[in-house]
C-alpha cells in the first residue's frame, strides 16, 4: 500500500495495530466495531480470532499482554458491559506487553439495543481512554496507546462511534513495529488479584491515575486551535469536533480533546476564561461537561444540545449561532423501508409458524430481532445477548406451567454460544420446562458474516471443531432435542406445538443456512399465475420483500425470490408456481 490510503476509521485502526506490532487479537463481531478485526485478519504477522462472547476475548487478549505480547480485543458498546469483570480487574493487574481495547458506541441505535455511554466504564474501571476524531486519528491513537499502555501499565481504551468507524478519509501509512515479546516473569503480588495484593494494586491505580491526569495537561493528544476575534469557544473530541468545525468555522476557537479519561483541568481552565460563552459539544452523556462544572468551569453543554440522538453539523449551527439551512424539499411521494427480513429468510417461516400457535416469544438480540415487526409480529420481549432463555425461565417460574405451554424462547446459534448456553444450564439445573428454539442458520448474521464456534470454521476460514448443539443440550440436562426445517411449516408447526406440551425443558433448532451465504444455491424463482389468483393475500403474511400486491393481484419479483416455497405452503389455490 502507498501512502494517502482513504480508510474507513475501522480499517484505520487495524493499521494501527499492525503498526504498532500487535501479535494477539481476540474480539467478538459487534456493529460498529466488527470491521477493526477483520482488516487485521488479513495480517499474516497478527494471530486474530473471534471468541465467543467479549468477556471471553478481553480475557485472552489480557493474558496475551501478561505474557509479554502486545494485544487487542474489539467489541461494541453493550459488549463492554460483557467485558467489565476482566477490564476492571485488569486495570489493577496492568499489564506486560501493551493491552488495547476498542469500544465502538453507537449515538442514535443504528443497529443497537441502548444508546450507552462508554466514558463511564472509563471512569468506573479507571482505565485511560482515547477518542479519535478521523481515521489518521485512528490509526494514530491506536499506536500510541500502546506506547501509553507500557508506559503507565494500564489497559487503555479506544473510544469509536458508529459515524467515525464508519466513515472515510486519508491515513498516511508506516511499516509496522518489530515488537519483541517481554519476558514474563512470576510475580503473584501484581497478577494474582486475591484481597491482600488487590488492595496494594488499588493503590498503584489512583497513582496512575494522577499520572495520566497531569499527562492529559501537556499531551499533544489535546490541543488548542485559535481563531482571533473568536469569542465562542468550543470543547469536543471525536466526531463532535468535526461537527463544531464544519458549523462554526473560524467563528470559534477549540479545545479539541484526544484523552477523554482523565481530563485536564488547568487546561480547561485557561482555555475558558478566554472567551465569552464556552460550549461543551458531546454526543450521548455530559461527562466533559460535569468535569467541566465540577471544577468551577462554567460551560453550555445538555440544556441546549440534550440527551438523545446524534448531533450533526446543521444541529450545532442551529443550537449555536441560530442559523437554519433548510433541507432540500420534494415533493415526491418516497414511501416508508422499515428494515425486514430477505427474501428467502429461514427464520421467517419459524415466526410465521410461533404466530400461528399463538405463542408468546421472548427473543433476543440478532437479524432475527426483526421478528417483532409487522405483520409476523412474532417477538414479545428483547432485553440482551442470551436474554431470552433467562428470561423465558423466569417468567415461566412465576406464571406457572400454562404459560410455560404457550411460550418459547428464540436465539441465534452465535449468540446461544455467546451466553445462552449458561441459561439452559440454568432452565435444567433449576428444574425448568422452558422450549428454546435456537435459529442456527450456521453464521453470525447481524454483523456481516462472521464464523462463530457452531460453524467449523476460523477467522480466516480454516477448518476447526464445530460445536454440537443437540449433544450439548443433552450434556446439560435437555433430554428432548428436535430438529425442523423452516422451510417446512407443517412439520415446524407440528415439532413446536408437541415440545411446548411437554412438561420438561426442550431445544428445538430451526437449521437452514442463511440465504445470504456464498455457498447458498437458490431455486429458480416463483411467478403468480393472475388467473388462479384470487386476491386473499395470504401470501402477504409472511412479510417477504418479493411478494407485492399489484392490480389487486399477488406479485413475485424474480431478482428477489430465491424459490424457497414458504409461500407456495400459504396459497391455497396452486396460484403460486415455479418458472
Not at 560 to 568: L, N, P, W, Y
Not at 571 to 579: L, N, P, Q, T
Amino acid at each position: 500500500m502507498e501512502n494517502g490510503e482513504l480508510f474507513l476509521g475501522n480499517q484505520a485502526v487495524a493499521r494501527g495495530l499492525y503498526e504498532a506490532g500487535v501479535t494477539v487479537i481476540s474480539s467478538y463481531p459487534g456493529t460498529p466495531s466488527t470491521e477493526i478485526t477483520e482488516f487485521a485478519a488479513q495480517n499474516d504477522e497478527i494471530y486474530c480470532e473471534w471468541a465467543p462472547n467479549e468477556k471471553v476475548a478481553v480475557e485472552v487478549a489480557a493474558g496475551a499482554a501478561i505474557s509479554g505480547a502486545r494485544a487487542f480485543s474489539a467489541m461494541k458498546h453493550v459488549g463492554l458491559n460483557v467485558a467489565a469483570d476482566p477490564l476492571y480487574t485488569a486495570s489493577y493487574t496492568g499489564v506486560n506487553g501493551g493491552l488495547v481495547i476498542a469500544v465502538a458506541d453507537d449515538p442514535g441505535m443504528h443497529s443497537s439495543q441502548n444508546e450507552q455511554d462508554s466514558r463511564h466504564h472509563a471512569i468506573a474501571s479507571k482505565t485511560p481512554m482515547l477518542e479519535p476524531a478521523d481515521s489518521q486519528e485512528c490509526k494514530d491513537y491506536a499506536k500510541l496507546a500502546y506506547e501509553l499502555s507500557e508506559q503507565f501499565d494500564t489497559p487503555v481504551l479506544l473510544r469509536l462511534t458508529t459515524r467515525v468507524s464508519h466513515s472515510r478519509s486519508l491515513v498516511t501509512l508506516e511499516p509496522r513495529q518489530d515488537v519483541a515479546l517481554r519476558d514474563f516473569e512470576k510475580n503473584p503480588q501484581k497478577y494474582v488479584m486475591m484481597p491482600a495484593m488487590a488492595i496494594k494494586r488499588h493503590a498503584f491505580v489512583e497513582q496512575r491515575m494522577q499520572q495520566l491526569a497531569d499527562y492529559a495537561e501537556n499531551c499533544a493528544l489535546n490541543r488548542v486551535e485559535y481563531n482571533t476575534g473568536a469569542k465562542i469557544g468550543v470543547i469536543a473530541a471525536g466526531i463532535c469536533y468535526q461537527y463544531a468545525k464544519e458549523a462554526l468555522g473560524e467563528r470559534a476557537s477549540y479545545l479539541k480533546l484526544g484523552i477523554v479519561n482523565p481530563l485536564p483541568v488547568e487546561l480547561i481552565r485557561n482555555f475558558a476564561k478566554q472567551f465569552d460563552r464556552v460550549y461543551v459539544i458531546e454526543e450521548l452523556d455530559g461527562i466533559i461537561e460535569n468535569h467541566c462544572k465540577a471544577h468551577g468551569v462554567q460551560v453550555i453543554g445538555k440544556e441546549l444540545f440534550g440527551y438523545l440522538g446524534e448531533y450533526n453539523q446543521e444541529i450545532v449551527r442551529e443550537k449555536i449561532l441560530g442559523e437554519h439551512v433548510p433541507f432540500v424539499q420534494t415533493d415526491l411521494d418516497i414511501p416508508a423501508r422499515p428494515p425486514v427480513l430477505c427474501a428467502g429468510c429461514p427464520h421467517r417461516g419459524l415466526f410465521y409458524t410461533l404466530k400461528r400457535l399463538k405463542v408468546r416469544v421472548s427473543g433476543d438480540i440478532g437479524c432475527y430481532t426483526l421478528g417483532a415487526l409487522a405483520p409476523l409480529s412474532a417477538i414479545d420481549t428483547c432485553i440482551c445477548m442470551g436474554a431470552s432463555v433467562s428470561a423465558l425461565h423466569g417468567m415461566n417460574k412465576a406464571r406457572g406451567d400454562d404459560f410455560a405451554a404457550q411460550s418459547v424462547a428464540v436465539i441465534g446459534d452465535s449468540t446461544f454460544v455467546h451466553s445462552g448456553i449458561t441459561g439452559i444450564i440454568n432452565t435444567a439445573y433449576n428444574k425448568g420446562v422452558s422450549t428454546v428454539i435456537v435459529l442456527d442458520n450456521s453464521i453470525t448474521g447481524m454483523t456481516g458474516h462472521q464464523q462463530n464456534p457452531t460453524t467449523g470454521y476460523t477467522i480466516k476460514n480454516d477448518p476447526t471443531v464445530a460445536v454440537d448443539l443437540e449433544a450439548l443440550a443433552k450434556a446439560v440436562g435437555f433430554q428432548s432435542v428436535r430438529v425442523v426445517d423452516p422451510y417446512d411449516l407443517a412439520e415446524t408447526y407440528k415439532v413446536i406445538k408437541e415440545e411446548i406440551a411437554k412438561k420438561e425443558p426442550s431445544l428445538v433448532i430451526s437449521r437452514r443456512p442463511c440465504v445470504l451465504l456464498k455457498y447458498v444455491k437458490h431455486r429458480p424463482p416463483l411467478t403468480v399465475q393472475a388467473d388462479k389468483c384470487k386476491s386473499c393475500k395470504a401470501c402477504m403474511q409472511i412479510g417477504c420483500p418479493a411478494i407485492s400486491m399489484r392490480d389487486g393481484k399477488a406479485q413475485i419479483d424474480f431478482t428477489q425470490c430465491v424459490g424457497c416455497d414458504v409461500c407456495t405452503q400459504l396459497c391455497k389455490f396452486d396460484a403460486i408456481v415455479r418458472e
